[in-house]
Structures are given as C-alpha cells and as structure tokens.
C-alpha cells in the first residue's frame, strides 16, 4: 500500500513553467514505475510520463515531448514532473500513479495507487 500526495499545481501563463511533485508515503516504497497522469473536463485521463524507478529511464506522450520532463528522487520516495512551455492545452488536473509493471505503460489500467490530484491550469 502506497499513499501518493501531489503538490506544486497552481496558475501559470502560457510559455512559462512549473514543477509538481508527487511523494509516497504509508508503506514500502516498492513500486517498479511512476507515472504522471492528467484529466481535462470532457477528456479521458492520458499518460503523461512515466519513469522506471531502478534504472531511471523515462517515457513521454508526443503532445509533451521535449516540453515536460520527469525525474525522480528514490532516497525521498518522490517523483517530480518540470513542465516548460506550457500551453493552455495542458490545463488539468494531474495525477502521479504508481505501478509494478516490468515496462512503462501508458494504459491507466496498469497503475494501481493514485494520488488526489493537483490543478495546473495555464492561461493565454
């Protein structure tokens, strides 16, 4: 069992940047992949990033290539999303998520603990 907190959301302009984080807590910390989600209104929950906690190695949507990077702290059980460039169209509610996948996968299906979510919201 693993208990997720995301942090960091808020309000930004168009172009400019920001930094979530996403620390576990409340059990062994023993998950293969984190794994950043997002959900707009009227929009399905969508992969966004995801990270293989042993060796690092990392995997993103196309809409965010080269524009989001995730990174992870293992020794403080947590994992950060850097957004740069952001566009209104990344305004959502994101989700770190926790999986014990051999692989990355982007289907939610494959997360099994979700954290309650922070608001980012980018304004033109």
């Known amino acids: 069992q693993v208990q997720l907190v995301e942090s960091g959301g808020g309000s930004v302009m168009a172009g400019g940047s920001q930094r979530l984080s996403c620390t576990a807590s409340?059990?062994?910390?023993?998950?293969?992949?984190m794994g950043w989600f997002r959900q707009a209104p009227g929009k399905e929950r969508e992969f966004v990033a995801g990270?293989?906690?042993?060796?690092?190695?990392?995997l993103y949507t196309d809409s965010v290539k080269g524009r989001f990077t995730m990174s992870l702290d293992n020794a403080e059980n947590t994992v950060y999303l850097q957004m740069n460039s952001l566009k209104p169209e990344d305004t959502a509610v994101y989700f770190c998520?926790?999986?014990?996948?051999?692989?990355?996968?982007?289907?939610?299906?494959?997360?099994?603990?979700w954290g309650q979510g922070t608001q980012v919201t980018v304004s033109s």
């Open positions: 409340g059990g062994t910390f023993s998950p293969t992949v």
């Open positions: 990270i293989r906690r042993r060796y690092g190695t990392t």
């Open positions: 998520a926790t999986a014990t996948t051999i692989a990355i996968r982007m289907g939610t299906d494959n997360y099994d603990y």
